[in-house]
C-alpha cells in the first residue's frame, strides 16, 4: 500500500484532538443520562471570577427559606450556605456545608438575566430523586437581598427563600 494511502487512512480515523486547554462541548440532555465523560464533581472549589465577570451574585450567600408562599419568609426559617458563580450569564453553584443538618451533593445551575429595568435569577438543585426549582427577580432600584423568591420541588411543596451575601 502506497506510503500517503496509509497515512490518509490513519488521519481520518484518529478523532480531532482538542485545542490544549479547550473545554469539551457539553450536550445539552438530562444529566442522568449524560456521558459520563462530560460529568464534572460538584463538590470543590471554583476558579476565581475574573474581573470582566464581577457581577455581585459571584461568592458565597447564606440562602434562606420556609415552606409557605407569601411575600415574606415567615413561620420555621432554615439557612445554608450556598456559592455562586456566573459566567455570561449561566449560573453556577453549590452547597457549602450542610442543609437541614444534610451533607446535600447537588448539581445546581441556572441562569441570570440582566436588564436594565432589573433582573431574573432561576436555578434548580437537582439531586438523585429530588429536584427543586427557584425563581426570584428585583428591579434595578433594589438590591437582591432585599426580595424574596419562590421554590418548587418535586415533591410537591413550595415556599419563600431570600439571600443575604457574605461580605
Do not use: K
Given at each position: 500500500?502506497?506510503?500517503?494511502?496509509?497515512?490518509?487512512?490513519?488521519?481520518?480515523?484518529?478523532?480531532?484532538?482538542?485545542?490544549?486547554?479547550?473545554?469539551?462541548?457539553?450536550?445539552?440532555?438530562?444529566?442522568?443520562?449524560?456521558?459520563?465523560?462530560?460529568?464534572?464533581?460538584?463538590?470543590?472549589?471554583?476558579?476565581?471570577?475574573?474581573?470582566?465577570?464581577?457581577?455581585?451574585l459571584n461568592g458565597m450567600w447564606q440562602l434562606s427559606w420556609d415552606d409557605t408562599v407569601g411575600r415574606e419568609l415567615t413561620g420555621e426559617v432554615k439557612n445554608c450556605n450556598i456559592r455562586f458563580r456566573v459566567i455570561d450569564g449561566k449560573v453556577e453553584g453549590q452547597f457549602d456545608g450542610r442543609v437541614a443538618g444534610t451533607l446535600r451533593d447537588a448539581i445546581i445551575d441556572g441562569q441570570l438575566v440582566e436588564h436594565a429595568d432589573g433582573n431574573l435569577l432561576t436555578f434548580q438543585q437537582r439531586e438523585q430523586g429530588y429536584v427543586c426549582s427557584y425563581q426570584i427577580g428585583w428591579p434595578a432600584s433594589s438590591s437582591l437581598t432585599e426580595v424574596v423568591g419562590v421554590w418548587h420541588d418535586s415533591k410537591g411543596r413550595s415556599g419563600n427563600f431570600s439571600f443575604l451575601a457574605y461580605q
Open positions: 500500500m502506497n506510503l500517503a494511502v496509509l497515512n490518509l487512512l490513519v488521519a481520518l480515523t484518529i478523532a480531532p484532538v482538542a485545542e490544549f486547554g479547550a473545554i469539551p462541548h457539553i450536550p445539552d440532555s438530562n444529566p442522568d443520562f449524560a456521558d459520563s465523560r462530560f460529568v464534572e464533581p460538584v463538590r470543590g472549589s471554583f476558579r476565581p471570577a475574573a474581573p470582566e465577570e464581577g457581577f455581585s
